[in-house]
């Protein structure tokens, strides 16, 4: 008698101790954990998809299916929306720095603008931190004068842009040079600051968005005075 044939006498003996249960065969334990994982991808395939990328498959996915996920992005949104309290840029002082800033951070991201009224790179920076605060009230934005945050410190070096996370500096913009220059945007400090951990990637969304529907605006408007001045030269 063979232990290990499938056979009705051999499966009453296993039931009941007298042989060992048959050991898997290889190939079918492959075939298992393949399907068990081919099943688990597609039941994860809408993880990480936002509320917009959720409604472009409406065509595509079951609706009750959908509405468990969308129930889940609207619920990470209130979670994070919950620890927004902020929604302006904040004056602060040297002597608050250390509580406003470093001890804040431990708990929020704090985002420092150093800046010198008299200097314009400085005014563009704080208006685009001005738009930006409200839409983004979890992250607190601040600003100090620089030659009050540091003695001496250089015209030169601003407007400076301190990303503060986790209690650290996590990253810092010096001038605007980093950023864009004078034509920097509010989608670049957005940019920036999902660079330095502040932001995620999906946050930033609608302004992606605007800002190519801006460029593509531009773009036409410039071919038509292109066209335009062609013209009027014949």
Same mark, same amino acid.
């Given at each position: ?14 039931? /009941? ?7 898997? !065969? ?9 399907? !068990?994982? $081919? ?8 993880? $990480? +998809? ?21 129930? %889940?992005?609207?619920?990470?949104? +209130?979670?994070?929306?919950?620890? &927004? $309290? ?7 002082? %040297?002597?608050?720095?250390? %509580? ?5 951070? $431990? ?13 314009? &790179?400085? %005014? ?13 009230? #979890?992250?607190?934005?601040? +600003? ?27 990253? #810092? ?17 957005? /940019?920036?600051?999902?660079? &330095?951990? &502040?932001? +995620? ?27 335009? !001045? ?5």
């Amino acid at each position: 008698m063979d232990p290990n044939e499938d056979t009705e006498w051999n499966d009453i003996l296993r039931s /009941k101790g007298i042989l060992p249960e048959k050991e898997p !065969d290889v190939d079918d334990v492959l075939d298992d954990a393949l399907v !068990d994982a $081919k099943e688990l991808a597609h039941e994860n395939r809408l993880e $990480k +998809k936002t509320l917009d990328e959720l409604d472009e498959l409406e065509d595509e996915e079951d609706d009750e299916f959908l509405q468990i996920y969308r129930n %889940k992005r609207i619920e990470e949104w +209130k979670q994070r929306m919950s620890k &927004a $309290k902020y929604g302006a840029v904040y004056p602060i002082s %040297k002597p608050e720095y250390t %509580k406003e800033v470093t001890e804040d951070s $431990k708990n929020v991201f704090v985002v420092v603008h150093m800046f010198q009224d008299s200097i314009p &790179a400085c %005014k563009l920076l704080n208006g685009i931190l001005e738009r930006l605060a409200p839409m983004y009230p #979890q992250i607190k934005f601040v +600003k100090i004068a620089g030659k009050q945050a540091v003695e001496n410190y250089p015209d030169i070096m601003m407007p400076t842009l301190l990303v503060y996370g986790h209690g650290d500096l996590q990253q #810092q913009f010096l001038t605007l040079t980093t950023l864009g220059g004078m034509g920097t945007t509010v989608y670049d400090v957005a /940019k920036a600051l999902v660079h &330095a951990g &502040a932001l +995620k990637e999906e946050d930033i969304a609608p302004l992606r968005e605007a800002s190519s529907l801006n460029f593509e605006s531009g773009r036409r408007a410039n071919e038509a005075d292109e066209e335009e !001045d062609f013209d009027d030269f014949d």
